[in-house]
């Protein structure tokens, strides 16, 4: 069962959060690798209308990164936004367990980015 830890909120909309968010990592030396954005995967799909607004309209978008430190495994890091308001979490599971320093390397990179809301 995976499991997704809070680790902030973000006054920003998911795609300015993004750019931040990669650019902390790699002023800390972690390497972001995007592997899924809601947008792009919406592309193919016709009539998908949003479950959170209920709308084609709404802004609604979610980001999955992996994240690499000096260990070969990543933490895969989730934004999920709308509304202009991000949320980053972490996953953990126990086939994915994150890594402390890494985690730790990735929460000192973010705390300069936006106030917690959290």
Known sequence: MNTFSPLLSISAPCAEALQSTKKQLSTAGLRAVQT?????ARLGLHDCSCPHHGTDECDCQMIVLLVYGETPEP?????????????????DSPLQQTDKKLLASIRQALESQAPADI
């Open 75 to 91: 933490i895969t890091l989730i934004l999920h936004g709308n509304a202009g308001q991000t949320w980053v979490s972490v996953t």
């Open 36 to 40: 899924f954005d809601l947008h792009t």
